[in-house]
T-cell receptor, first 111, second 112 residues
Framework: GQQLNQSPQSMFIQEGEDVSMNCTSSSIFNTWLWYKQDPGEGPVLLIALYKAGELTSNGRLTAQFGITRKDSFLNISASIPSDVGIYFC???????????FGKGTRLHILP | SAVISQKPSRDICQRGTSLTIQCQVDSQVTMMFWYRQQPGQSLTLIATANQGSEATYESGFVIDKFPISRPNLTFSTLTVSNMSPEDSSIYLCSLSTGGGYTFGSGTRLTVV
């Protein structure tokens, strides 16, 4: 079945640094979703991508839908303490509305 | 976008008991989804709940363990039955909002 491989699993960075994480799949996706989960909360949608090659920004966040439709990346520029959390990539399974999630990238910001 | 109210937000339960989690949406939605997030893990889909029909369960999840109700287009419940410590997880409801998926804030369940 479809799987999403997300890397890195965790990151430790200094405040102000840029962050890059990516997600690859074993099969083609038609939609890529990037979520952030804060402790004790449900995931919140950051960016949704619908077309191969699409590059979309949301403030300091930028995500791209890979040309092959089997990968996507998320960049965070000039990280701040509130960026700490778990970032998940996700996409719909086959043709129905169900989505699967990558294992997440845990972002830590060093004091 | 739709707002989901999920409760309880957390609970500590004795093994062998059952807990029912509720999700209320402020608008009518056709499909609702229930996910489980085990400690330190990603989200795994349990089942899809459509109003007026039985829920569709994913591999590894069965109705006897996770019965779901969907009495109308704004409400759903998930019951975790005959709980064991392995059921300690965060349980989340979700719905498709035409452009993404909205999640409830989750129910953090600890089974002792």
């Amino acid at each position: 079945g479809q799987q999403l491989n997300q890397s890195p699993q965790s990151m430790f960075i200094q405040e102000g640094e840029d962050v890059s994480m990516n997600c690859t799949s074993s099969s083609i996706f038609n939609t890529w979703l990037w979520y952030k989960q804060d402790p004790g909360e449900g995931p919140v949608l950051l960016i949704a991508l619908y077309k191969a090659g699409e590059l979309t920004s949301n403030g300091r966040l930028t995500a791209q839908f890979g040309i092959t439709r089997k990968d996507s990346f998320l960049n965070i520029s000039a990280s701040i303490p509130s960026d700490v959390g778990i970032y998940f990539c996700a996409g719909p399974m086959n043709r129905d509305d169900k989505i699967i999630f990558g294992k997440g990238t845990r972002l830590h910001i060093l004091p | 976008s739709a707002v989901i109210s999920q409760k309880p937000s957390r609970d500590i339960c004795q093994r062998g008991t059952s807990l029912t989690i509720q999700c209320q949406v402020d608008s009518q939605v056709t499909m609702m989804f229930w996910y489980r997030q085990q400690p330190g893990q990603s989200l795994t889909l349990i089942a899809t709940a459509n109003q007026g029909s039985e829920a569709t369960y994913e591999s590894g999840f069965v109705i006897d363990k996770f019965p779901i109700s969907r009495p109308n287009l704004t409400f759903s419940t998930l019951t975790v039955s005959n709980m064991s410590p392995e059921d300690s997880s965060i349980y989340l409801c979700s719905l498709s909002t035409g452009g993404g998926y909205t999640f409830g804030s989750g129910t953090r369940l600890t089974v002792v």
